[in-house]
């Protein structure tokens, strides 16, 4: 390939400079076939034809002709110069590919002979059926079972190898091994520069004998018994990317593969008599963009959106939200609620999020806010403004600025604003204002810091939370900002009754973990909302032929 490369660099610069010179010929031919003067040597009226030159005569007899050509030479050697040291940088570059598959292959097969050595899998999962150990140690037994069972990738894509036995299957899946043995090392180097020293040393989730000692099934997902799945088709009206990712490839493979029903999402108008429901985002849609009539009477009009009514106001309108069969939004009332959690990180992983020991926290409270005005803002910036007056609060934002964030380093940013929130033990989640069950990913970033969010925002935002205790609601505080700097500050100089707002990662319960799983797959930046309205749509209406 690189000889190959090679010759024909010279071909093209010998090709060019052939080139040059014949078109300098043909330019040139004409002027030199006439004599060079009208009479010359031979004499006024003399027919004789002068004497023909060679062509090279002709070509370099003018000067400029001859400096052209050189400029044209130098430059095509100059490009054959460039050719060839991009012919070595690519040489370098395969042998440097050659060398990081050569690692990749040692690597893999030490990790093959480290985990063929060790005693085999027993036919019983153990320890796992009946408590969940650390993350890492689970992580590991998935990536074990992968390499022993050959086992390539999701089971739901590449199916379960020579994983035969059902106790085995039903541990990978009571464990998300899909997720854990394929691309739990790809987030585990991602957020590993962000992760701080933990003051527990393992996760233990307690059973539940009412459970079987596994994990319960969630209704809206493949339970991959091999039973039929009905497909339902969702036809998505108006302009969603940029705000959802509903339309992603991934986001459709998954839908389709890994919900309870055969979950089709398309943006295709021509399917609107088939489909068994029509979404509209009210962020972008308008009154007037809908279907002169519904494909047929059982189909169901759906309206969706992640913004607060002051960001999308077509949600204000009764006229608008009274034309649709289902309303999703953050409001827990909705036929189908959707949620701002972060999707990236399982229930058990908020768990086992690593908390910087109490007596190595900064005794005072944190915030960043770059919102100063919009969306109610100006209120929370005032609240907090007072608060300042009776406690110690490092602002990292743009607004109430007083405190530079630490260098990044190879952290994202919101890993290098995590890491600084595990830094304090209070941090100040504040919503911009504060609208019913309306709750942004701000109390959840505290959480998987590992410090305490002190919470300004939805009454309810228990609903939505590992456990009551995990936050300090300041509405829990009616006598205003004093009242509450009292009990952080009391609190925050109290070990015992600071970390019981932490107790809530010791030894939970199954069907507590489980319970807040289904809050972060209701969150609308994963594939599982799209299984939750195909679930419903089949619950809804009657299966088409």
Partial sequence: MLAFTMKNSEAVVALVVGAVIFSATKLYSFSFSLPSTPHGDRGAGSTEAPPMRSISERLWHLPSTEKILRREIDMMLR?????????????????????????????????????????????????????????????????????????????????????????????????????????????????????????????????????????????????????????????????????????????????????????????????????????????????????????????????????????????KSKKYLDKFDYIMTYDLDSTIPIITIHPHYTSEEYYHAPVVPWDKKKDAAVVFISNCKNAGAETRLRYIEKLMDHMEIHSYGRCLKNKDEPPRGKRSLNENKRFVLSQYKWYLAFENSVIKDYVSEKVYDGMLAGTVPVYSGALNVDKLLPNPASVVKVSDFPDGPKQLAEYLIRVGKDRDKYEAHLSWKKGPLKSEVDAFQEVIDATGYKYTSLCRICQKLSQDTPKRA
């Fill in 79 to 315: 490009q054959k110069e460039v050719l060839e040291l991009s012919v070595q940088e690519l040489k370098l570059s395969h042998e440097r590919a050659a060398r990081h598959k050569a690692l990749a292959i040692a690597k893999n097969m030490i990790e093959h002979k480290m985990v063929v050595s060790q005693p085999p899998l027993s036919t019983e999962p153990g320890p796992l059926s009946s408590a969940f150990p650390s993350a890492a140690a689970t992580e590991l037994w998935c990536r074990r079972a992968a390499l022993t069972f050959s086992i390539l990738g999701p089971v739901a894509s590449t199916g379960w190898g020579g994983m035969n036995e059902a106790t085995y299957r039903d541990a990978w899946t009571a464990h998300s091994c899909d997720f854990k043995a394929f691309r739990a090392q790809t987030n585990a180097q991602q957020h590993a520069s962000a992760r701080v020293p933990s003051m527990s040393t393992s996760l233990t989730i307690q059973p539940e004998r009412a459970m079987g000692g596994h994990r319960r099934a969630f209704g809206y997902l493949n339970d991959h018994s091999g039973q039929p799945r009905r497909k339902v088709t969702v036809l998505v009206w108006n302009k969603i990317r940029g705000f959802l990712d509903w339309l992603r490839p991934d986001f459709i493979k998954d839908a389709r593969e890994k919900c309870s029903t055969e979950c089709i999402f398309s943006e295709n108008r021509k399917e609107l008599r088939s489909a068994d429901g029509v979404l509209f985002h009210a962020k972008t849609h308008s009154m007037n963009d809908f279907p002169p009539r519904k494909g047929h009477p059982d189909q169901k009009y759906m309206m969706v959106s992640l913004e607060q009514p002051a960001y999308a106001p077509l949600m």
